[in-house]
């Protein structure tokens, strides 16, 4: 069974940066897709970035291009959500989401897609 796992949320002043991780555990990391979402209070989860299983394609939501990246480390089973510029609208619990190359069906900005999730990290910036 997958397990992943969020670390590296914190409060931040605006205008700094944090870096985000999510390990999975259970099956071969590199068969897996990865996506982060965010979900701020009363607000919808948010797509934010998504990476592919081989590392070759990453996808952005749009209000999130240009400061944050995504990448991935097999050796480490981990994946990473790099995040500059922090704004006090960036407050959320940040979630990652992973979905096997077998299951995925292309939509990688959408909630659906991932069958696995962590239990999120708060992310709280201050202005």
């Known amino acids: 069974q997958v397990q992943l796992a969020e670390s590296g949320g914190r409060s931040v002043q605006a205008g700094g940066s944090l870096r985000l991780s999510c390990s999975l555990s259970g099956r071969k990391f590199d068969d897996y897709a990865v996506a982060w979402f965010r979900q701020a209070p009363g607000q919808d989860r948010t797509f934010l970035a998504h990476i592919s299983w081989s590392g070759g394609a990453t996808y952005y939501g749009d209000f999130v291009r240009g400061r944050f990246t995504i990448s991935r480390d097999d050796a480490k089973s981990t994946a990473f959500l790099q995040m500059n510029s922090l704004k006090p609208d960036d407050t959320a619990v940040y979630y990652c989401?992973?979905?096997?190359?077998?299951?995925?069906?292309?939509?990688?900005?959408?909630?659906?897609?991932?069958?696995?999730w962590g239990r999120g990290t708060q992310v709280t910036v201050s202005s």
């Open positions: 989401a992973a979905d096997s190359w077998r299951d995925y069906r292309g939509a990688y900005n959408s909630a659906d897609e991932y069958r696995y």
